[in-house]
T-cell receptor
């Protein structure tokens, strides 16, 4: 297993466009998280899946953001009508209940720049 | 609600010396985990060390150890024999039922 992978690694878009990010977690991991990180800040929780069920979504997240994990494997995060304030690194992470350790495994992130 | 606070935006340490990074947290959970993650420049975040709240013994991983003070809700990271490769952002995090909350991070500089 190669770990958590995210695609694309970099995305530059114009304000008002839609963007979609994909995350492929470690295969046996049933928990998947999306975080947003701006420069010099810690990861900010966006949403969380257990298998295909989205169990929590941050109240700070506007309705322009939507995430799916249709088959309990990969996940997508879509941002509609992007704004300059959406520019950030979007991190995906996965974990499993079975380890008992609670360790989160992170991908390398998808950096979004909105012009 | 879970909160994690890191009050040191930046720390410096001389190579081979010891440094302690501070973290305080708050949670309503009775069972939780605490973590320190390292994020090197332009690289992905990796786990440094974790602590189960029900364990009184402080976790250690080679040169990394924690000072877990449950009553004070304090969880500091000590790095001994600092190396140039330790330079990174360090994030303290807590895990309650299912959600990980991160602090704002401490940038560690290691001076040769």
């Amino acid at each position: 297993d190669t770990g958590v992978s995210q695609d694309p690694r970099h995305k530059i878009t114009k304000r008002g466009q839609n963007v979609t990010f994909r995350c492929d977690p470690i295969s046996e991991h049933n928990r998947l998280y999306w975080y947003r990180q701006t420069l010099g800040q810690g990861p900010e929780f966006l949403t969380y899946f257990q298998n295909e069920a989205q169990l929590e979504k941050s109240r700070l997240l506007s309705d322009r953001f939507s995430a799916e994990r249709p088959k309990g494997s990969f996940s997508t995060l879509e941002i509609q009508r992007t704004e300059q304030g959406d520019s950030a690194m979007y991190l995906c992470a996965s974990s499993t209940l079975t380890t008992g350790s609670g360790e989160l495994f992170f991908g390398e992130g998808s950096r979004l720049t909105v012009l | 609600a879970q909160t994690v606070t890191q009050s040191q935006p930046e720390m410096s340490v001389q190579e081979a010396e010891t440094v302690t990074l501070s973290c305080t947290y708050d949670t309503s959970e009775s069972d939780y985990y605490l973590f320190w993650y390292k994020q090197p420049p332009s690289r992905q975040m990796i786990l440094v060390i974790r602590q189960e709240a029900y364990k009184q013994q402080n976790a250690t991983e080679n040169r990394f150890s924690v000072n877990f003070q449950k009553a004070a809700k304090s969880f500091s990271l000590k790095i001994s024999d600092s190396q140039l490769g330790d330079a990174a952002m360090y994030f303290c995090a807590s895990l309650g039922v299912h959600k990980y909350i991160f602090g704002t991070g401490t940038r560690l500089k290691v001076l040769a």
